[in-house]
C-alpha cells in the first residue's frame, strides 16, 4: 500500500503531487493565447501540504474527454477569484502560450507531469532534495521522457526506484544530460 506523505524517507513522492484537481472558472476561453483563471491556485496534498502547483516551467493538462490537452504555462499569478467564484482561497491566473480548443468553465485541470515538476518545484522552494519516482508514479502515468524533459535544479535530483537499482539524475535542465547509473 503507498503513503499519502508527500515527503517520506528524506524524499519527495511525485506521485502525491500528482493527485491535485483544479478547475477553470470562468470563460470561455477561446483557442489560442489567453489567460486562463483557475480555481483553486493553491493546493492542499492528502497530507496537508500546501503548495503552488503552477509554474512556467510545469506543463498542465487542461479540458476533457477528444479536447483535453497538453498547455504550456508562460507565466503565473495568485489573486483572488473573480466575484463570485471560490472563496477565500486564491485563484491562479495563467498566461497560457496557446490551446488548440476552447475551454470554459469547470474545465478539469491537472498535472502533465503527473506531478513531478510540482514536486521538483517544491524541493527546490524548501532548499532542495531527491524526488523520487517510484512505482505509483509509473502507474499513474509517469515516463522516463516526462524525466528526461523535466526542469531540474542544481540542489534537487529526481530518483527512478523502478528499474531494481537506484537511478539518479542530477543537475541544472534536463537530467538525462546528467544520469547517474
Known sequence: ??????FSGGR??????????????????PAGATTLVVFPGQIALADG????????????????????E?????????GPAPTGYG???MAAYLTVVGTTYAHGQGDPVSSA???LQEA????ESEGGGIITCDAEWFGGGGTTTI???????ANTAIEDTTAGIYSIYTGVGNPANSHLP
Open 70 to 78: 497538453v498547455v504550456t504555462v508562460s507565466g503565473v499569478t495568485l
Open 113 to 115: 507531469t503527473v506531478g
Open 87 to 89: 472563496g477565500p482561497e
Open 147 to 153: 524525466i528526461d524533459n523535466s526542469t531540474n535544479f
Open 1 to 6: 500500500m503507498f503513503s499519502d506523505l508527500h
Open 12 to 29: 519527495y513522492i511525485a506521485a502525491q503531487y500528482g493527485q491535485f484537481r483544479s478547475q477553470l472558472i470562468g470563460g470561455p476561453y
Open 49 to 68: 501540504h500546501v503548495i503552488e502547483p503552477f509554474n512556467s516551467n510545469a506543463t498542465i493538462n487542461v479540458g476533457i474527454g477528444a479536447q483535453e
Open 120 to 123: 521538483i518545484n517544491d524541493a
